[in-house]
């Protein structure tokens, strides 16, 4: 069990709101960012993002210290356009973090159809499962999403 007062940032909170049960038995990390530009991913700067992947395109698997990529960041805050771009200069769409999440994943854990919609577009594995075992269509069911994102 997650003590709340042990987590140490909004983006941690936030994680721990999200089905806590699921992310229990999933075994994700809950602990903070440690990259600015994951948090700024998070934060859906498209810009800043841009300019840094256009400078060096080997940040875009980059990891924090969960294993988590650009595009997971910008897939759990809902961001897709940023997405779109990440995934157009070569982000992996079915990059794993260290529990076995994809962006798939965490953007149906967090609710967002239409990061959801546009990773199935762009060929994100609709089987996927993390290391607790649940897929994004679990995770969507767990929100009553399922109709909107796979219909």
């Known amino acids: 069990m997650v003590n709340i007062l042990e987590l140490q940032s909004p983006l941690s909170f936030l994680f721990h709101l999200i089905e806590p049960k699921l992310i229990q038995m999933s075994g994700i990390s809950l602990s903070p960012l440690n990259n600015n530009l994951h948090s700024k991913a998070y934060e859906g700067n498209y810009e800043i993002i841009k300019e840094e992947i256009l400078q060096d395109n080997k940040l875009l698997t980059a990891v924090d210290d969960s ?40 953007a149906a854990s967090a609710g967002r159809t239409l990061v959801v919609r546009l990773l199935i577009g762009r060929g994100a594995d609709l089987n996927a499962t993390n290391n607790g075992g649940h897929s994004a269509l679990q995770y969507s069911a767990s929100k009553d999403h399922v109709e909107d994102v796979f219909s």
């Open 67 to 106: 294993g988590r990529q650009l595009l997971h960041w910008a897939a759990v805050g809902g961001h897709e356009e940023l997405c779109s771009l990440l995934i157009e200069h070569g982000a992996i769409v079915d990059a794993r973090d260290d529990s076995g999440w994809t962006p798939l994943i965490a």
